[in-house]
């Protein structure tokens, strides 16, 4: 990342929904030159799940303290998963606790809310299961707990609520917004009706650039922190757009990123909204600068956990040999493993020509599953050109070669990080690092084609 400011090093918040970390990145490399992780638990406890915001802040402000004396940083960034937003009092401090969006909520309250929300040709963001809809949890928080929620002075998406807590300055920010809230129109770039509907508008933070900075840390936080001067505080980014965000200022569209972890996040830059299927969980996202962008998805990442788990310790990496063998018997694990979201909604996992697989053709055939959602995705949205895949799943050989032979496109694999740490980063000003040597994979796999038919078809009967 070459710098275009005077940061020498970016310190970058990085909530996922499995586990946080914070990581010092050098400026001039690109490099994360520190880390901690923790696991990002929920809580049981009280009205419904939620997050531990109290332990994640604990975590937060001590890694941040940890830094500021080695290696030091002189900003920082923030990037959280989607589908979350927090009730501030007027005091600042939590109103409600911060919902858990895999909540599933009565089911009054959801045909309640059905009948509530914008077309999706106003928002470009389908229904979609659990609190997953922003604008779900809001009403289900109104209408659930009307006492708690009259004390909600101050509406936040996640990103910017952990930038609140660390600069005093309430915002809002669109990536967060256009992420499926329901919220959002992409088309004329403010709030949709919805806010309106819910009586909300007033409650809404002003919407600012994902490239602001909002203010130094807190002059207490600072002293606590050992912080020496007054550190910029940057309005922060969705997760999956701070993937995307070094390919918008590398790459020249059309080009697909796929962005992996707990979901396997895919977007057509360069695509329209034209032909999107809301039933199958494609949807605009909204990048850094306020263009929709197609993208699909599904919950990939924990998928790949709970088979693993399943099957058993994982064997050394597939081979094309061993994608060949299970192509050949026909061995595959149809949709869904987690149900609720996706391109092929309402299907229950189950497996073909499994009966006497071992442990390693299981996890073979895992990969090719990966690798056939993914596709589904990329032709829900219409994505063109090459594939870039980052995080996780730009590690399983077998995915990557399985994802090139289904689109017979190059597939990029983008080893070195999630990705979200550095987009995040890039919001400070500094520019991306030229990019580490991954030459592009293109791969044929025989009996592919055929393979996919019949999992199309098993999946359809």
């Known amino acids: 990342m070459s710098n275009a400011t005077a940061y020498r090093r970016i310190a ?12 010092v990145l050098d400026a001039g490399m690109g490099a994360e030159i520190a880390a901690v992780k923790t696991s990002n638990g929920v809580l049981k406890s009280g009205p ?36 979350s937003a927090a009730m501030l009092a007027a005091d600042g401090s939590l109103a409600m606790p911060v919902l858990d969006y895999e909540h599933v909520y009565p089911q009054a309250v959801q045909d309640d809310y059905d009948g509530l929300r914008p077309k999706f040709a106003e928002t470009f963001s389908p229904r979609l299961a659990m609190g997953l809809n922003v604008g779900a949890q809001i009403h289900y928080l109104k209408s659930t707990f009307p006492d708690d929620f009259a004390r909600v002075a101050t509406i936040l998406t996640y990103p910017q609520y952990w930038a609140f807590r660390l600069s005093g300055v309430a915002a809002n920010e669109v990536t967060s917004l256009g992420c499926h809230t329901d919220l959002w129109n992409p088309t004329t770039r403010s709030y949709s009706s919805l806010v309106d509907t819910l009586g909300v508008r007033a409650l809404m933070a002003p ?16 002293a606590d922190m050992g912080l020496a001067k007054g550190v910029p505080v940057y309005c922060g980014i969705h997760d999956s757009n701070a993937s995307l965000l070094p390919h918008l200022v590398e790459n020249e569209a059309p080009f697909a990123v796929v962005s992996t972890g707990t979901w396997v996040i895919s977007f057509g830059v360069g695509g329209d909204l034209e032909h999107l299927d809301p039933e ?10 306020g263009r929709a962008v197609p993208s699909a998805r599904f919950m990939g990442g924990r998928e790949f956990e709970i088979l693993a788990a399943e099957i058993g310790n994982a064997p050394p990496e597939a081979t094309e040999a061993a994608l060949e063998q299970a192509i050949a018997k026909g061995l595959m694990l149809l949709p869904n493993v987690v149900e609720g979201s996706g391109p092929f909604p309402g299907r229950t996992r189950r497996w073909i020509a499994d009966a006497s697989a071992s442990n390693a053709e299981r996890l073979t055939a895992v990969s090719l599953y990966l690798a056939l959602m993914t596709e589904a995705c990329l032709g829900l949205i219409g994505a063109r050109g090459q594939i870039f895949v980052e995080g996780p799943f730009a590690r399983n050989r077998a995915y990557l070669i399985a994802l090139s032979a289904l689109t017979n496109t190059d597939v990029i694999a983008l080893e070195g990080s999630t990705g979200t740490s550095q987009g995040a980063a890039l919001l400070t000003g500094i520019r991306p690092a030229a990019a580490a040597d991954s030459p592009p994979l293109r791969a044929e796999l025989p009996g592919l084609i055929d393979y996919r038919q019949a999992w199309r078809e098993a999946i359809a009967s």
């Open 280 to 289: 199958r969980d494609a949807l605009a996202n909204v990048d850094a600068y």
């Open 48 to 83: 419904y799940p939620h997050y531990d915001i109290a332990g994640l802040w604990d975590f937060i402000i001590s890694a941040l303290g940890g830094f500021a004396r080695t290696p030091g940083f002189d900003a920082i960034s923030i990037t959280t998963h989607g589908a």
């Open 207 to 222: 919407v600012r650039p994902a490239f602001d900075a909002l203010g130094p840390v807190l002059p207490a936080l600072a």
């Open 12 to 23: 970058v918040v990085d909530i996922g929904k499995t586990n946080a970390k914070v990581v």
